[in-house]
């Protein structure tokens, strides 16, 4: 009986030298297939729709890009959405940082639901978002004879996109200030006050310096999200070609009318910007934090 | 507490105590979200509802609407379950395992934040599209269509909404105790075992979070979709596509009846991601 036993577990370990090495390696072996797994993934997901991009606008030469791209409407577009940009990232550096600040030193009734409908524009459909501001100031919107009287447009305007992006990008800048306002310590603004510093002294040279990094992030991701906004421009915009025309809607009309490699450069331009933003901020964040 | 000191900072540093100050930033801060966020918010509710709640169902569930959030939601959710597992073991193998190019790897998580959605929407279509040489070997050998298709919206969802889920589960999962693994290794638990009995139950929350948020991100999703999916009814209509038509055709009723209903799921979403978000700092702050 014994005998047979012993015989039969020799056996088994002669016939599968290959298991028996699996079973002394498993950790490193399922390691190996979940790193390989993972890299895999993020190569067809993210690398291979990036690789396609450049790929696609390189299909008729570096000359071919150049040609496509000398077009007033696309130098039109890219201002138009630069400008936009660079207003919404200044206005909600203001009042982002106003926002965050009451957020975290004032209590109020109502604080908590207002808090959360910050980040109501992250899941609101930047199409819902552009239509809200067209019943609000379009043809027949609510304010429409106001605007009117005054003579103002809103809609199918710059002021219109702006407001648009404004919404979208809302939840950026106080949602990074947020976290560094709450561990700052208020012992130092006091400090300050003994020593005779008045409010915007204390704020200018106690307070700021210490928001800078956050602020710096904080203007990043708007400024990326609003270099890329697309849903709520074309809304509230219109896309008139070569005046209410942003990056992101040039590359739509152009795709739509079969200018493939105007499309594809006009995309890979626009996500180059914004690549080297984020990446820029990153280094400088890191720099600073050494 | 908070308030109390800053006003008597504020009492210290001149002789006149200055509440007025406080005041008028608490309302400067408050109009400007007030301006920008809530009153355009009512004036869609307001609009959807102004014929009734029997138009407003009506609205919702004509054919074409309502086969359009069907569409919507399941892709959303097709994507979150992908989502959901692939991030957390991207999370898991950034966090526990050293490779060469994980550094790279970990920047590569944040690439979809900066690039413009409509522009994923162009790359799919590189990779995919009906003309291309991918694209039209999938057709023919497979009879399977990326592009104007619900895959293409799928694909592109999973892009856009990848760092959600790692990033929600990195943090937590760094700072865990390893200690315990240890313990139940030592008490002869296999592989499988302990990542299902002592390191999954602490991530539940975040794992959680992330796919809310993937989930309410994917609901409103425009610009990759529209370019990859088209706007063909009861094929590749989703949601907001199907409110830029309304818009466009002035049929004002219909656009704002399905954005409300698009608003009420992201909003009831976002609401229970931050009630689990406070749960589990509250928790973590019970345990410390």
């Known amino acids: 009986m014994s005998a047979t036993n012993s015989a039969h577990t020799t056996l088994a370990k002669v016939q599968s030298p290959l298991t028996d090495w699996v079973d002394r390696n498993k950790g490193k072996l399922t390691g190996g297939i979940l790193i390989m797994l993972v890299v895999g993934y993020v190569a067809f997901l993210i690398l291979t729709p990036i690789a396609a991009l450049v790929f696609g606008a390189f299909e008729k030469g570096f000359g071919g890009i150049l040609s496509s791209l000398n077009d007033p409407d696309i130098f039109r577009a890219f201002w138009n959405t630069l400008w936009i940009s660079l207003v919404v990232v200044i206005i909600h550096t203001i009042f982002g940082t106003l926002v965050a600040w009451v957020f975290v030193r004032h209590r109020f009734p109502g604080r908590d639901l207002i808090n959360g409908l910050v980040d109501m524009p992250f899941a609101v459909s930047p199409v819902v978002a552009g239509y809200m501001l067209l019943l609000l100031f379009g043809r027949n919107g609510m304010l429409a004879p106001v605007l009117q009287s005054l003579g103002i447009q809103v809609a199918f305007a710059l002021p219109g996109m702006v407001l648009a992006t404004l919404f979208v990008t809302m939840p950026f800048m106080i949602r990074e200030l947020i976290p560094v306002l709450e561990a700052f310590d208020t012992r130092q603004e006091r400090a300050a006050a003994t020593l005779g510093a008045n409010a915007w002294q204390t704020f200018w040279r106690v307070t700021f310096p210490s928001l800078r990094w956050g602020m710096i992030y904080g203007v990043t991701l708007t400024f990326a999200r609003a270099l890329g906004e697309f849903g709520a421009v074309f809304v509230i915009g219109g896309g008139v070609q070569g005046r209410t025309e942003t990056a992101t809607l040039f590359i739509f009309r152009a795709l739509d009318g079969r200018q493939h490699i105007a499309a594809y450069s006009a995309a890979l331009v626009l996500g180059l910007f914004s690549l080297i933003l984020v990446l820029g901020s990153d280094w400088i964040r890191r720099k600073g934090h050494r | ?288």
């Open chain 2, 1 to 288: 507490m908070n308030s109390q000191t800053t006003i008597t900072s504020t009492s210290k540093k001149q002789s006149t105590p200055l509440p007025w100050g406080q005041w008028s930033i608490r309302s400067i801060a408050l109009s400007y979200l007030a301006v920008l966020l809530i009153i355009p918010l009512l004036v869609i509710l307001q609009d959807g509802f102004r014929e009734g709640l029997a138009e407003f169902w009506r609205q919702v569930t004509l054919p074409i609407a309502w086969h359009a959030l069907q569409l919507t939601l399941w892709t959303a959710a097709v994507m979150t379950v992908i989502n959901t597992i692939m991030g957390t073991l991207t999370a898991f193998v950034l966090v526990r395992y050293r490779f060469p190019g994980k550094t790279i790897l970990n920047g590569i998580i944040d690439l979809p934040l900066a690039i413009p959605t409509l522009v994923t929407g162009v790359m799919l279509v590189i990779l995919f599209g009906p003309q291309e040489a991918l694209g039209s070997w999938l057709k023919e050998q497979f009879d399977f269509s990326v592009i104007f298709a619900p895959p293409g919206i799928i694909l592109a969802l999973l892009f856009l909404t990848f760092p959600f889920v790692v990033r929600s589960v990195q943090p937590v999962l760094m700072e865990l105790d390893r200690a315990q693994e240890r313990a139940a290794a030592t008490l002869g638990a296999e592989g499988w075992t302990i990542f299902r009995r002592i390191i999954l139950p602490p991530l539940t929350l975040p794992v959680i979070t992330g796919a809310l948020l993937s989930f309410a991100r994917a609901i409103g999703e425009f610009g990759s979709i529209v370019i990859v999916a088209g706007n063909i009814p009861f094929r590749s209509l989703t949601a907001a596509v199907y409110v830029l038509g309304e818009v466009e055709s002035e049929n004002r009723l219909g656009a704002s009846a399905v954005s409300i209903v698009m608003v009420a799921i992201a909003f009831s979403l976002l609401m229970f991601a931050d009630y689990l978000r406070k749960r589990s700092k509250s928790s973590k702050r019970e345990t410390i």
